[in-house]
């Protein structure tokens, strides 16, 4: 996968470091859209591996810790779920690897979907109780507390294991993406110059705010 810059001009963006394109073309189908997710991907998962990457540079910082350790788990889940994007497979992925690497993908899973995004399991507790005193006074409440806990998951073992996660994950991304434009590629070639040159250019139109509950077309 090559990463080219975009420059802002007169007339849109322009995709520099292809220096023999005369344009760019929209292409459509079951393998292009399959591309573009793939492509969201990658982007996600390199979030993520970042995000895992700072936590060690941060560790004094308990808010920013616990903010990248959270966005890390989050972000590479979300390439597993269901969305507009079709989602990657875990099994696909870890089929090669040791059985720990599917156990540790679960664990990941569940953290996010039980913990982080939804507050559904044992690792956030408030108890609630009522301190009563020696029943001298007029009164038997002194106070009504709450016990607050929160489970610690950010450590160096659950820390290593998300990194290999993601990294296997984008290798896989990363070669998959570049399988799929070389088939593109030559089913490209079979079609006429004047058939590719007929085809809509790319146009990229900026989100509007009544779309922030829709769901994006397919590419």
């Known amino acids: 996968m090559d990463i080219y810059n975009i420059k802002e001009t007169e007339t849109?963006?322009?995709?520099?470091?292809?220096?023999?394109?005369?344009?760019?073309?929209k292409v459509d189908g079951r393998i292009a859209q399959r591309i573009s997710d793939l492509s969201l991907h990658k982007t996600e998962l390199s979030f993520a591996l970042e995000c895992v990457t700072l936590l060690e540079s941060h560790e004094t910082h308990?808010?920013?810790t616990e903010a990248l350790w959270n966005t890390a788990i989050t972000s590479f889940c979300k390439c597993f779920g269901r969305?507009?994007?079709?989602?990657?497979?875990?099994?696909?992925?870890l089929k090669n690897k040791p059985p720990e690497a599917l156990e540790a993908f679960r664990y990941f899973q569940a953290l996010r979907n039980k913990?982080?995004?939804?507050?559904?399991?044992t690792y956030s507790q408030s108890l609630p109780g009522a301190a009563i005193n020696n029943g001298?006074?007029?009164?038997?409440?002194?106070?009504?507390?709450?016990?607050?806990?929160?489970?610690?998951?950010?450590?160096?073992?659950?820390r290593?294991?998300?990194?290999?996660?993601i990294a296997d994950s984008l290798d896989w991304v990363l070669s998959e993406f570049d399988n799929l434009c070389n088939q593109l590629t030559v089913d490209l070639e079979k079609e006429s110059y004047k058939t590719l040159s007929c085809r809509?250019?790319?146009?990229?139109?900026?989100?509007?705010?009544?779309?922030?509950?829709?769901?994006?077309?397919?590419?």
């Open 12 to 25: 849109g963006l322009n995709i520099e470091g292809i220096p023999d394109a005369v344009a760019i073309v």
């Open 62 to 64: 308990s808010i920013l």
């Open 83 to 93: 969305g507009v994007r079709s989602p990657l497979s875990e099994r696909k992925i």
């Open 115 to 121: 913990h982080l995004i939804h507050d559904e399991n």
């Open 136 to 158: 001298s006074k007029a009164y038997k409440i002194e106070k009504i507390v709450c016990f607050n806990a929160q489970s610690v998951t950010n450590t160096k073992e659950d």
């Open 160 to 165: 290593a294991n998300l990194s290999l996660l």
């Open 200 to 219: 809509p250019p790319l146009h990229y139109f900026m989100p509007k705010l009544n779309e922030i509950n829709k769901p994006r077309n397919k590419h």
